[in-house]
């Protein structure tokens, strides 16, 4: 059934409902945490780079192009389209969490400091929490979890999403091994 063809959902109080397929909202989940949630690797990355010319910058958009990649490939192989909307949701929160502490204390957060976090009292959380991490959670979690909420994810025959899910995975795939070349 085409997308064109689907009666458009009721509308939400805040945003229409829409109708997008799952590679569409994969490859947008992807583009967003790449320029979004990463800055402060984008930033470590150019400055790490030798100044002037345009080198730090063609490394840091090859970077870019990558992350897209491998964030696009990882999601295309978990995500279904029953899944995909809670699993990004809870993956940008996560994401920006990361990036607010990343930021904030200029570390890079490994398996042993999330295990870590996950058993912090509570009387020790509550100095991490800040108006500086509300507004990262509201800017880079909540708007766009809100514009994910009324998505209507597309069915479509099981051929058709193989296909589809195929060429996503070899195609990032491909544009990865490219980008890091």
């Known amino acids: 059934m085409p997308v064109a063809s689907i009666v458009p959902a009721r509308r939400s109080a805040l945003f229409g409902r829409y109708c997008v397929t799952p590679t569409q909202l994969i490859l947008a989940a992807a583009a967003f945490w790449t320029l979004a949630l990463n800055r402060p690797f984008f930033i470590a990355a150019a400055r790490s780079q030798a100044a002037g010319g345009a080198a730090p910058w063609l490394f840091v958009a090859a970077l870019g192009v990558a992350m897209v990649a491998l964030y696009a490939l990882l999601l295309g192989l978990v995500g279904t389209r029953r899944t995909l909307k809670p699993l990004l949701a809870l993956l940008t929160l996560l994401g ?31 100095e991490l929490l800040s108006w500086r991490l509300a507004l990262d959670l509201l800017l880079y979690a909540a708007l766009p979890i809100a514009l994910l909420l009324p998505a209507r994810i597309v069915k479509r025959p099981w051929r058709q999403r193989l296909r589809e899910r195929a060429l996503l995975l070899g195609g990032a795939a491909l544009v990865f091994v490219l980008a890091l070349l």
């Open 96 to 126: 920006v969490l990361a990036m607010h502490y990343m930021q904030a204390y200029g570390v890079v957060i490994d398996p042993s400091m999330a295990r870590n976090a996950l058993h912090t009292e509570v009387a020790e959380a509550r």
